[in-house]
């Protein structure tokens, strides 16, 4: 049984560059979730996905934001025009649609904006 | 609107014992429970669905009061591999809202 996995796991960049992260959901999820974690708080919604309709986007979420999930499988998260304020652990989730539906977590990308 | 979670840090003894409060300002149909260990993802303990029901996990047990719009976490006799911070999530609409969390260490 695979989990959420998430790639790459570290990424060091320049301010103004774009980035691109890719997550893989567990297989039978339709589900999938991305937050962003900074140190001392929980996570925070970004953004999510049911098959590959993206139905709902945190309003706290930049234009230069933006994410995909194209055949409904793996997604990806980009950010354009990066700032020293996006740096920060990128964490993607998935669920199966359900009563008792639970998120498990991907080892999360930490993205560091010098 | 994200759940508040007191208190924000606890250190404890190996053996002792411990509770995590979760509480709401808005109607709660269920909780979820985190713990996430320094540097890594936040990993599933449990869900507690509405109808106040509790639920175990190792020596790990929470309850939910869905009128008082809270659920608790009780840590007993807590072991060295507790350390980490427990995070509640309460879905709201199609998102989960989290809380700040709650930093628990253990020390030998």
């Known amino acids: 049984d695979t989990g959420v996995s998430q790639d790459p796991r570290h990424k060091i960049t320049k301010r103004g560059q774009n980035v691109t992260f890719r997550c893989d959901p567990i297989?039978?999820?339709?589900?999938l979730y991305w937050y962003r974690q900074t140190l001392g708080q929980g996570p925070e919604f970004l953004t999510y996905f049911q098959n590959e309709a993206q139905l709902e986007k945190s309003r706290l979420l930049s234009d230069r934001f933006s994410a995909e999930r194209p055949k409904g499988s793996f997604s990806t998260l980009e950010i354009q025009r990066t700032e020293q304020g996006d740096s920060a652990m990128y964490l993607c989730?998935?669920?199966?649609?359900?009563?008792?539906?639970?998120?498990?977590f991907g080892p999360g990308t930490r993205l560091l904006v010098l | 609107q994200q759940p508040v979670q007191s208190p924000q840090a606890v250190i404890l003894r190996e053996g002792e014992d411990a509770v995590i409060n979760c509480s709401s300002s808005?109607?709660?149909?269920?909780v979820h429970w985190y713990r996430q260990k320094h540097g890594e993802a936040p990993v599933f303990l449990m869900i507690l669905l509405k109808g106040g029901e509790q639920k175990g996990h190792e020596k790990i047990s929470a309850s939910f009061n869905e009128k008082k719009q809270q659920s608790s976490l009780y840590l007993t006799a807590s072991q060295l591999s507790y350390s980490g911070t427990y995070f509640c999530g309460t879905p709201i609409s199609n998102d989960m809202r989290f809380g700040a969390g709650t930093r628990l260490t253990v020390k030998p």
């Open positions: 297989s039978e999820h339709n589900r």
């Open positions: 808005k109607a709660l149909y269920s």
């Open positions: 989730a998935s669920s199966k649609q359900g009563r008792q539906e639970t998120q498990y």
